[in-house]
């Protein structure tokens, strides 16, 4: 695909420092017509981490805005599939004949037919180290605004971060509590970065393709119910958010983590 088909649609690829010949695709390319936001954070996020980042990857796909991420694991995974396949793009650090990390295979093939999956890299090119700055740096041109789940200082993605100020990209980040995801706490401390208190406010500003849905589960064990009124309401969410972590019953009483 020729660069020039995507100047109009992307107009950020004019600040790239690593400026692409040619990028290679997979899948829709519709997508990149829709409202895009980019998602990145680490691969090891905490829970807290992990359960806000599907919610608000969930919320953003919902409102039909598509999520942009790296197909990392990790926070990268967890976007793309709340997402969901139709609603988002990968950018591969790759050549796209690879689909790597091999543990996200199976997601990475859903993308490629429902979604779409882009990369600067020729057939054949292997993970290499080099390859993930780039492949960041085109992860933050696509999304009208980067949002940081989780980072440590000195961390791959703090230079995601570089690239979105130098493109001039509003920047926004998960709060976090002292000691975790410094990084982003730093961001936020100097007014390089805004924290997100609200996902369904944050989500406002981008939808409108879809009617916002509100997540009823988590609204509703947000009222701390007993565990056993919890199962009658919403008994396969409520397996499935024990076994990924989202809640914990305590004293008979279910929490959100």
């Known amino acids: 695909m020729e660069i020039a088909q995507l100047r109009a649609k992307i107009p950020a690829f004019e600040s790239m420092q690593n400026y692409p010949k040619a990028i290679y695709y997979k899948g829709d390319l519709s997508l990149l017509d829709r409202p895009k936001v980019a998602i990145v954070g680490s691969r090891k996020p905490n829970q ?19 999520v942009v991420s790296g197909g990392a694991i990790g926070t990268d995974a967890i976007a793309h599939k709340a997402a969901g396949a139709s609603n988002t793009i990968m950018v591969a650090a790759t050549g796209l004949d690879k689909r790597y990390p091999a543990i996200n295979k199976n997601i990475i093939m859903a993308i490629e037919k429902d979604g779409l999956v882009l990369s600067q890299f020729e057939a054949g090119t292997p993970s290499q180290r080099y390859n993930f700055p780039i492949r ?13 789940m989780y980072a440590d200082e000195n961390s791959g993605t703090m230079r995601s971060v ?12 998960l709060p976090h509590r002292i000691g975790e995801s410094c990084a982003t706490n730093n961001l936020v401390a100097k007014g390089e970065a805004e924290a997100i208190y609200d996902i369904d406010a944050f ?16 609204s509703y064990c947000q009222s701390n119910p007993t565990y056993e ?4 309401k919403f008994s396969s969410r409520l397996f499935e958010a ?10 008979g009483h279910v929490y959100i983590v």
Request: without cysteine; positive net charge.
């Open 229 to 232: 009124e919890a199962l009658k």
């Open 162 to 173: 570089a690239y979105a100020q130098k493109m001039k990209r509003s920047i926004y980040v």
């Open 203 to 218: 989500v406002a500003r981008f939808g409108g393709e879809k009617e916002q849905k509100s997540d009823a589960f988590i």
């Open 48 to 66: 807290y981490a992990r359960t806000y980042t599907h919610l608000l990857a969930s919320k953003l796909a919902d409102a039909g805005v598509v």
């Open 242 to 251: 024990e076994l990924n972590g989202t809640i914990v019953v305590r004293n």
């Open 136 to 148: 960041n740096e085109l992860i933050v041109a696509l999304g009208a605004v980067l949002v940081v």
